[in-house]
């Protein structure tokens, strides 16, 4: 049997006005999704336990079949791993994005003006990245470049200091004061995001980006703390080999964690807009070279969810079924026994442009025990009328040994 995942970050959503009071997944045209609802199992999963923030990290893991209550330590230990960032038991890890502040004011009075400094390229963000850690960095605070505005800290002995942290993704267009760093640890991070700022203002490249009518990176802003994860893997925990397809350190570093094999695929950015189809091709070439599960990610949609961008979120959720489940569906015929499992990790709603908790619909197909009494549709609406999974890490045991 083999075993493929295909995870629409952030793509549940609430009921929209705009869209005759349906979900963007109700609302947009899926052909080959429907194509597998009719003979699929849809129903409802809680990714999110009781009392854990709504993040990607705590949904995927649950996705992947781990117990955030047991597994969980933090969301940016998991992307250290991706980068090949070594951290020691006693080191803290930091989530460190490039954003883009509102000039006037002091620090706390500023806006949050875009979390992902307009997305700034990897390339551009490296030489951010570069002249902080010359600048910054010292025997207690490294800085490493990563893929795009989505960096990392090290806090060298940093992981029993006491620090509560906001994602910037939640605050967007807020007066920041009351998100900063808080605990008593904090002001050592507080203070570097406000030297960062001093050291951004006048680099080249934001000067290239300002020309260019770019959004500039004008601050560096700390969140998605953590220590060292420690898992099982993949094969010890379900008998099985695979590979994890993503362009984000975040998933990847999780599937690396969790043994499975990181693909990389060229024009896979993280971004609503990203290479669909490649990354497809290389999901479905994984199980053809002998592996027997394959976890894809794909970032688009909870993208333009934290964008507020309803026309994004649409077209995304379309070239998923068009580019990604259409192949699937065209080379369904190359496997002899084949299960998918279609879902996203957590909500992202336009509405609010961040995550929630609620409960997530997923379409789990078999190709050689096809249902004949599917819903038709794969939607938030359809799913209430299946079975509900209330630990999310059970998911997994029902896709894999029909549990």
């Not at 590979?243 to 043994?259: E, F, H, K, N, T």
């Amino acid at each position: 049997m083999k075993y493929l995942i295909i995870l629409a970050d952030g793509a549940a959503d609430y009921n929209i006005a705009e869209l005759d009071n349906k979900t963007p997944l109700q609302y947009a045209q899926t052909p080959n999704i429907d194509k597998l609802a009719r003979s699929g199992d849809i129903g409802l999963v809680q990714t999110i336990p009781q009392g854990f923030p709504p993040g990607s990290d705590v949904a995927n893991l649950s996705v992947m079949g781990f117990d955030p209550r047991r597994y969980y330590t933090g969301r940016s230990p998991l992307e250290a791993v991706s980068m090949g960032v070594k951290l020691r038991d006693q080191d803290m890890a930091l989530r460190c994005n490039l954003v883009c502040l509102s000039p006037e004011g002091d620090y706390p009075d500023k806006i949050m003006q875009d979390y992902s400094a307009g997305e700034i390229s990897t390339e551009e963000s490296g030489k951010l990245m570069a002249e902080l850690q010359a600048q910054l960095g010292d025997d207690e605070f490294s800085f490493h470049a990563g893929i795009s505005y989505r960096h990392l800290v090290v806090w060298k002995n940093g992981a029993d200091k006491d620090v509560k942290l906001t994602p910037p993704h939640d605050i967007s267009d807020r007066v920041v004061g009351e998100y900063l760093p808080k605990g008593r640890d904090a002001s050592k991070l507080l203070q570097l995001m406000m030297q960062s700022q001093e050291i951004l203002k006048n680099h080249p490249v934001n000067r290239e980006r300002i020309e260019k009518g770019q959004i500039p990176a004008t601050s560096v802003w700390f969140w998605g703390e953590g220590r060292r994860p420690s898992l099982p893997t993949f094969e010890e925990k379900y008998g099985l080999k695979g590979s994890v397809v993503c362009a984000v350190d975040l998933v990847r570093g999780l599937g690396i964690c969790a043994g499975l094999n990181p693909v990389k695929v060229a024009g896979a950015t993280g971004s609503v807009e990203t290479n669909f189809a490649g990354k497809a091709r290389a999901a479905l070439d994984e199980l053809k070279r002998g592996q027997d599960f394959v976890f894809l990610h794909i970032e688009s949609p909870d993208e333009a969810g934290h964008q507020g961008n309803l026309k994004s979120k649409l077209w995304s959720i379309e070239k998923i079924d068009k580019e990604v489940v259409g192949l699937l569906l065209e080379e369904m015929d190359d496997f002899d026994q084949l299960r998918v499992m279609l879902l996203p990790d957590h909500r992202t709603p336009i509405s609010i442009r961040t995550h929630s908790s609620e409960p997530v619909p997923f379409l789990i197909y078999d190709k050689n025990n096809p249902l004949t009494d599917g819903a038709g549709k794969y939607d938030e609406e359809s799913a209430l009328q299946g079975p509900f999974v209330a630990e999310g890490c059970n998911l997994m045991d029902r896709f894999i040994r029909g549990e």
